[in-house]
């Protein structure tokens, strides 16, 4: 029961403590919070929050009173930049063992000060086999005039250019002015196949068929499926983003001992194993991939072939690049 | 009064002051006075943006008043308790989720979707109409959200209006159209402004539903603003947009009372 | 002939009706698709219903929603009506003055008011929360109830508080007991209409909630990234099943001889 | 062409319950002045209305210069009409609202002003072009109504209370106004009125109405002196009534019997039309043709009743006195006062009413 | 206690440049049934609106029952008004629209119903409680406004034009309606209209005013038969003039010449109060008080004068003749027709208009 007015005044220590999570919306349900509150006597309540940036906006606006949030990557090197976030005390969150080694070193946090892993995947195609005979395994696809009005992309700068620089065998965290002047043509030339620029509903779009080819998370496109079982998903041999979800303790935190045993209690492999089942995003806990469900473990939108795994880049803030994005993002809807 | 002086003008009045800072190389505000942020949106490109939205919020307008019109014209003339009735009628729909609805929306439009599924049904078209993803799914949505916004004011006026200056104009042989034209319109302008004002400004920064219905392919000053106040997280430059969206707004407001030669749009 | 008209427009009317609950129609009928998304169909289900019903967060949401809804459309009636009267007492070249400036709002785009507004909260350190979110609806709606009333201000037969008075009334009762009443009407719409940009507002509540006070628009999106769970449909449908019924059982009451809202 | 401007044949129009006009049949001359003339709630607004073609007859016709109406629109007859209560469009200045008419039949600007302008020099509205109906006066509003449809030059000009919401003063000079701008223009009038000494004082010829019905058709002369029926005898004019039988007709006069007064005696009246002796009637004598004085012997009058003054009102020009005949039976006489120092009578006086038989009509009752 | 309910002491009211009231001052005596007369634009509604405090006074000051008004607010006065458009509460029934002024005092619910009942019952509306005004006819929403006033008992009832909106036959019943009510409870009533025949005929005393000033106050005969200016005589009752010189007043008549018109012989008038001979007047006769007829000799009259009958006026009880006496000189006559078979003149018959000099008045111009 999540209360009716704001939590600060709420939030003190004493018998019945309250903890604050601010995280992504079914990130975890009912039965994960009993668990924790059984065994603490601490109530948990749960904030939800539809991205990053709202995240962002909320936090460093001043809106104190959460106490672990669920941050993606980029967005941690932000808040740590911004001060936002308190130092871990992995001796309090024993579960860090678990993690998989190649999570256990971030770029956007480096020998994990401030954040662990939680939940990941990968920003690839969704694509229709039905319709897309021979399966692709470039983003080249995207530039396909065989399937114009049947594409849809990210609305999503970084994403949308991180596509183009990749295809052309940049970083997508490129800052070099000429290379985002030529992405920018690239996908000029591009939109006319596009039939949409949506981060919403490309799963509905895919289920119904209304798109072939699909730029979207993982996650999503592993939903659809559910719908159209000729549904499939790759990881192009160019690369493609790798984001995670992590979990960190925010500094205006009152009650970081309990923040800290509830992030552990999340990296739990139980837990872990059940929360990738439901959202079907692959877990930081590298003992969960065995544990899932087999079509869950077997779904490249879930779990990247191991092979994927080398071509994977994380997205870091490009700083004052970010208004060259920017500008030709416009230009690139303007046109 | 105060109230709105506290609630209101205070936060814009901070708002407008960010408007003249610059953006931290990582988001946030640099307390350091500039222009840049109104020179930038001299660029044609920004412009065009403006000029885009302008037209689109003015279709909308025009669009919400046919269809709203008629509709309180009729719940003007119904019995006394039925208005009421009707008033509710018409804002219930609103009370569902707006994602939602647009989902619904989108059911409706796409090429397999429901108003496609049955025109070729009835063989009114062989192969299917390209609606969703178009300016004119834009329009739907938008005109979609605001009549309400349009239909009560009218209504408000028109509930006013004397009947039988309506049948005088007919017996000084007016015609139906010249009827509606010469008598009750003029009689209701009082509302039609109104209704205009409220239905113009919300579809002139409307961004999600450009950006579900009409696939965010192009963008509005709606998803500019939000863009940089969310994504670029440049506050300064988002203030200033917003501002210099405000201040057209209140010029064209302006203009179209001294073209009146009215002195208040509900006067 | 002048009723063949009317018949046209009667027609336009219903069609217009059509259109607004067209979509209604299609998102009530997913409630019940056996999906989890709304794409296809794929049979019939009213498992959305339970989901509803026991996830304690939607229902929290719809909770807080409904409070802000409520408590900011008091408010916002209470200052709109306030402003509306004080007006219609100014003097022409005042109230014109004030009367722009109250309008301002509207001409505002709405995320810059939410903007506005978390700035100003942060800055004087007032908790983001429930409070927060009403205070912004009800300064978003202040001046839509004052444009509506006023309408039917201008309407009222000043003599009529006259009357009034002469009949020993002081100033306040006059209002109370015949300007007030006279105004219902208006203030019925009004309120509607501030109910419903409450109900269904994201941005400002985006930037004005804090901890514990996410509004229904707010758990809607945050359920972007993992798919809009039907059971939102399921909610939506029962509000405006229950909204319905409450129209229904007051029609049935007036037809009884209850009393009219409506009467002039 | 026809020789009536309007002529209806039993119009027949129901408002849900209320039988609205029933059974209506009455015909216009060209060029006359013709008033309807019935209380409040008899049919005359509605009769109108469907002149006017603003409502559809349930049955019956409507002829408009020979022409059957019978599913034209409002705008394509050739009437106009002046509402009860003006109707000016707020929004338009008088000029605009004269021209009005003119304008929706698509005249040319040039010929428009051509015609509004005498119409305004008639109803005496010149250099008040320019105001809208708010800043006018009654009169003038009224005037304002009334151009606006004649400048149309309708066959038929219809006009519904015109002189309603004006005040004696104004309304005494529109009568005026109104008749003489008949004459000029030739125009037929059909006036709509409840008043009824406007209606005497105005017509050429008018109908008297009740609950829909048609009464009496007539020149006001006619209406007053023959009323066929005790509803006209008592709406035109003011009426004394006593109800008897009708014993003998002799020559020259009519005996009738008081049949609930005893102290009546027999009453000479003047020979009634079509009713049989031994019917009961009522006797009808106008107040002013009643002889007042106190005392017991005077010549010349064929009947004489004893009365007492019971009250008495003073309008200037004349008195009115309310006398008791008998214990239920109260009549009014009135005296007009031709000399300052004429005699007069206070409440409680013992009086002599006297009135010869040519003055006193017998109605079937 | 003080004698008069109401005691005006010289009160000034401007409206923007218009001065409404122009230095009144007037007495009403308690329980007197008084009426303000006057042209439209005169300034009645503004002085009661002064007097029942719903606008201040620039000077001068209003006393009700002896007690000073100034600055005391319109609730908290003695007096209730009934306006000139009823202006009855659109929302609230029959019943709560009279008990509105009660429960504005708090009196308990049985009280009030004690109270309104009887009041229901006097204005003939018992069964008519739970209406709405919406549904009410004209003359029962005008009953309701006077019940509302009444029921409070007030020192004063001020009304404005209450039949100003009623139709002929239901004006004529409520004035007798008013009249009675105020003697039942022998209110003082303060009645303003514009209406001369209805102001003579109910009021005990009457004022006229014009352009915001008090010209005459006197019982309606003596504003009828004594005016004291040329625009009482006009506005109260129609008066035919001819203006002249006063040569001298011999025993019994004075003498005055015409001064406009030479064939006008010289005329025999009742002896003026304070006109010196020598001044110029205006010599006042009514019309009922001109003897009309054809044949040149007939004796009696003190004057006599030849006139052509211009246009002739029928309205039922009596002739209205418009006499030409001279090129620039019309006089009315009003002849009743006290015999159906009496004779009536002609337009353009010669005929000679008699009068006695006692009905000649003289004013100085
Ligand atoms: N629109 C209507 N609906 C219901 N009844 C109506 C309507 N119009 C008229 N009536 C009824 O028809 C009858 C005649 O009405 P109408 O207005 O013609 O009378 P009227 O002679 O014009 O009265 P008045 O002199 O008061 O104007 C009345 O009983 C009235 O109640
Ligand atoms: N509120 C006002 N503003 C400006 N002038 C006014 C106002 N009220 C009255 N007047 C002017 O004062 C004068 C007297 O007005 P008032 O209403 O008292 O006349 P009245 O005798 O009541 O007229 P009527 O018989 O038409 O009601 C008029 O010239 C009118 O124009
Ligand atoms: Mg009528
Ligand atoms: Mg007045």
């Not at chain 2, 959200?145 to 004011?153: A, R, T």
Request: proline share 5%; hydrophobic share 50%; aromatic share 10%.
């Amino acid at each position: 029961q999540a209360p009716t007015t704001n939590g600060p005044a709420r939030s003190g220590t004493g018998a019945a403590q309250t903890l604050y999570y601010f995280t992504w919306s079914d990130y975890v349900d009912r039965e994960q919070l009993a668990g924790f509150e059984a065994r603490t006597g601490a109530r948990v309540v749960v904030d939800t929050f539809s991205s990053n940036e709202e995240l962002l906006a909320k936090i460093q606006g001043g809106a104190g009173g959460y106490d672990v949030a669920a941050p993606s990557d980029f967005m941690v090197s932000i808040m740590v930049r911004e001060g936002l976030l308190a130092e871990l005390d992995l001796a309090r969150i024993p579960n860090v063992a678990s993690l998989s080694p190649w999570l256990s070193d971030l770029p956007f946090d480096p020998a994990q000060r401030y954040a662990v892993p939680y939940l990941w995947g990968t920003v690839g195609i969704g694509f229709d086999s039905a319709v897309v005979a021979t399966p692709p395994d470039s983003w080249e696809v995207l530039w396909d005039p065989r399937y114009r009005g049947k594409i849809s992309m990210l609305n999503d700068q970084r994403e949308v250019f991180g596509v183009a620089l990749r295809a052309m065998g940049h970083s997508l965290n490129e800052t070099a002015p000429a290379a985002i002047e030529q992405a920018k043509r690239r996908l000029l030339a591009q939109k006319p196949l596009v039939k949409t620029y949506t981060s919403e509903n490309y799963d509905n779009l895919l289920a119904a068929g209304e798109v072939a080819l699909a730029h979207g998370w993982g996650g999503a496109v592993a939903r659809a499926m559910d719908e159209r079982p000729s549904l499939r998903y790759v990881i192009p041999r160019e690369g493609a983003t790798i984001w995670a979800d992590c979990l960190v303790v925010l500094r205006t935190s009152r009650n970081k001992d309990l923040a800290m045993r509830f992030i552990n209690y999340l990296l739990e492999t139980d837990v872990a194993v059940h929360t990738t089942n439901r959202l079907r995003f692959a877990s930081a806990n590298r003992e969960v991939k065995d544990r899932v469900d087999a079509r869950v473990r077997q779904n490249p939108a879930v779990y990247p072939p191991e092979d994927a795994r080398d071509r994977l880049e994380w997205m870091v803030d490009v700083g004052d690049a970010i208004r060259l994005y920017d500008r030709a993002w416009t230009e690139l809807k303007m046109r | 009064m105060a109230w709105m002086g506290l609630f209101f003008f205070l936060p814009l009045l901070l708002v407008f002051v960010i408007s003249f800072m610059m953006r931290g190389t990582y988001g946030g505000v640099e307390w350091v006075f500039s222009l840049d942020n109104y020179a930038a949106l001299l660029d044609p490109l920004y412009l065009r943006i403006y000029l885009r939205s302008i037209l689109l919020a003015t279709a909308t307008t025009l669009l919400c008043l046919i269809l709203g019109f008629p509709l309180a014209y009729y719940m003007a003339r119904l019995p006394a308790h039925w208005q009421a009735v009707w008033m509710v009628l018409i804002m219930i729909p609103f009370w569902t989720n707006f994602l939602v609805r647009t989902y619904a929306w989108i059911f409706i439009l796409r090429s397999e979707g429901l108003l496609n599924t049955v025109l070729m049904e009835i063989g009114l078209i062989s192969q299917p109409i390209e609606i969703l993803y178009t300016d004119a799914a834009i329009l739907i949505g938008l005109v979609y959200g605001y009549l309400p916004f349009m239909v009560l004011p009218l209504y408000a006026a028109l509930e006013r209006l004397d009947r039988s200056l309506v049948e005088a104009a007919a017996d000084l042989y007016a015609t139906g159209w010249s009827r509606f034209r010469r008598v009750i319109l003029p009689l209701a302008k009082p509302g039609v402004a109104a209704g205009c004002l409220l239905v113009f400004i919300p579809s002139v920064g409307a961004f999600i539903t450009p950006d579900l219905l009409g696939g965010a392919r192009t963008m509005m000053v709606g998803n500019l603003i939000q863009h940089e106040f969310l994504v670029v997280r440049d506050w300064p430059f988002g203030s200033a947009v917003s501002f210099v969206l405000m201040a057209m707004v209140m010029a064209g407001l302006w203009g179209y009372l001294r073209w009146e030669g009215r002195s208040w749009l509900w006067r | 002939m002048v009723k063949i008209r009317f018949l046209g427009v009667q027609g336009v009317s219903l069609g217009a009706l059509a259109f607004l609950y067209l979509p209604v129609a299609v998102l009530i009928a997913f409630s019940f698709n056996d999906s989890r998304l709304s794409a296809v169909w794929q049979g019939f289900t009213i498992r959305w219903y339970g989901v509803m019903l026991t996830d304690d967060a939607l229902l929290a949401a719809i909770g807080n929603s409904l409070v802000v809804g409520l408590c900011s459309t008091v408010v916002a009636t209470i200052l709109g009506l306030l402003a509306a009267v004080s007006l219609e007492r100014m003097g022409s070249a005042r109230g014109r003055l004030v009367e722009t400036t109250l309008v301002l709002p509207l001409v505002i785009p709405e995320i810059m008011m939410g903007v506005a507004l978390m700035l100003f909260f942060v800055t004087a350190l007032v908790p983001l929360g429930l409070l927060t979110i009403t205070i912004g609806h009800a300064v978003m709606n202040v001046p839509v109830v004052m444009v509506i009333v006023r309408a039917r201000l201008r309407k009222l037969d000043p003599k009529l508080e006259e009357a009034a008075r002469d009949l020993g009334a002081t100033p306040w009762q006059a209002f109370r007991r015949v300007t007030l009443p006279l105004l219902v009407p208006s203030i019925i719409g009004a309120v509607l209409m501030a109910f419903t940009i409450s109900l269904d507002d994201f941005i400002v509540a985006f930037f004005t909630a804090g901890p514990g006070s996410t509004t229904l628009p707010l758990k809607v999106y945050s359920m972007v990234k993992s798919g809009v769970s039907p059971a939102i449909n399921a909610l939506s449908a029962v509000l405006i099943v229950v909204s319905m019924l409450l129209i229904a059982v007051s029609l049935w009451f007036q037809r009884k001889g209850g009393v009219a809202l409506f009467r002039e | 062409m026809a020789d009536f401007s309007i002529d209806i044949r039993n119009l027949v129009k129901r408002h849900g319950g209320t039988l609205a006009v029933d059974h209506l049949s009455v015909q216009v001359r060209r060029g006359e002045f013709f008033s309807i003339l019935g209380p409040s709630g008899s049919g005359k607004t509605s009769t109108l209305r469907l002149i006017a073609g603003f409502e559809q007859p349930d049955s019956g016709e409507v002829l408009i210069e020979g022409r059957p109406m019978l599913g034209v629109p409002p705008h394509l007859r050739p009437v106009n009409m002046v509402f009860q209560s003006y109707v000016l469009f707020p929004h338009l200045t008088v000029f605009q609202n004269i021209a009005f008419g003119l304008e929706m039949q698509r005249l040319p600007a040039p010929e428009v002003r051509a015609r509004v302008g005498p119409m305004m020099e008639m109803v005496k509205l010149t250099g008040k072009e320019h105001r809208v109906p708010a800043q006018l006066s009654g009169g003038e509003q009224q005037r304002v109504a009334l151009a606006r449809a004649l400048v149309n030059r309708p066959a038929v000009l219809l006009l519904d209370e015109p002189l309603g919401a004006l005040d004696q003063q104004l309304r005494q000079e529109m009568q005026g106004e109104l008749k003489t701008i008949q004459q000029e223009v030739g125009l037929t009038f059909l006036f709509v009125t409840h008043h009824q000494e406007e209606a005497l004082t105005m017509s050429d010829r008018l109908a008297i109405m009740d609950k829909g019905r048609l009464l009496q058709v007539g020149t006001p002369q006619e209406l007053y002196e023959m009323p066929t029926s005790v509803f006209v005898a008592q709406f035109v004019g003011t009426s004394n009534h006593l109800p008897g039988r009708l014993d003998t007709i002799e020559s020259g006069c009519a005996r009738v019997t008081a049949t609930q007064h005893d102290r009546v005696p027999v009453l000479r009246t003047r020979i009634p039309e079509g009713v049989r002796e031994g019917s009961s009637v009522v006797v009808v004598v106008r107040p002013e043709h009643l002889h007042v004085s106190a005392d017991a012997h005077v010549n010349g009058f064929d009947n004489t009743l004893p009365a007492r003054i019971e009250k008495t009102v003073y309008t200037g020009s004349e008195m009115l006195y309310l006398l008791r005949i008998a214990e239920t039976l109260l009549w009014k006489a009135r005296v007009p006062n031709v000399r300052v120092d004429q005699k007069r009578f206070a409440p409680g006086e013992s009086v002599f009413v006297r009135w010869n038989a040519a003055e006193a009509r017998v109605l079937s009752a």
